[in-house]
């Protein structure tokens, strides 16, 4: 069983940055796959960024390319989004997620444990 806790969602005007952290529980952080994913109201949950056990395979979606930095640290059993030049379309809640049976993956079905998210907000 993992746990996932994420924060540092808010309030910011376009152009401004926010940095979210997901924290896991449990032994398998390590062995474990990892992804962001976001869901506006009234819209499906969106892939955002994911990346592998080790940091060295990453995939990001391409409206944030340029913007968004996903990365972890295994030893603190965490893993970041930076989120560079915020724009009113990047207001959504912010789920991390949690898998091993892949390197990296873009769809939410195949990742096994969520957090609670997170809330962004951009005003523009």
């Known amino acids: 069983q993992v746990q996932l806790v994420e924060s540092g969602g808010g309030l910011v005007q376009a152009g401004g940055s926010l940095r979210l952290s997901c924290v896991a529980s449990?032994?398998?952080?390590?062995?474990?796959?990892m992804g962001w994913f976001r869901q506006a109201p009234g819209k499906e949950r969106e892939f955002v960024a994911t990346?592998?056990?080790?940091?060295?395979?990453?995939y990001q979606t391409d409206s944030v390319k340029g913007r968004f930095t996903i990365s972890r640290d295994n030893a603190k059993n965490t893993v970041y989004l930076q989120m560079d030049s915020l724009q009113p379309e990047d207001t959504a809640d912010y789920y991390c997620a949690a898998g091993s049976r892949f390197l990296i993956a873009r769809s939410p079905d195949q990742y096994d444990y969520w957090g609670q998210g997170t809330q962004v907000t951009v005003s523009s």
């Open positions: 449990g032994r398998t952080f390590s062995s474990s796959a």
């Open positions: 990346i592998s056990r080790t940091g060295a395979s990453i």
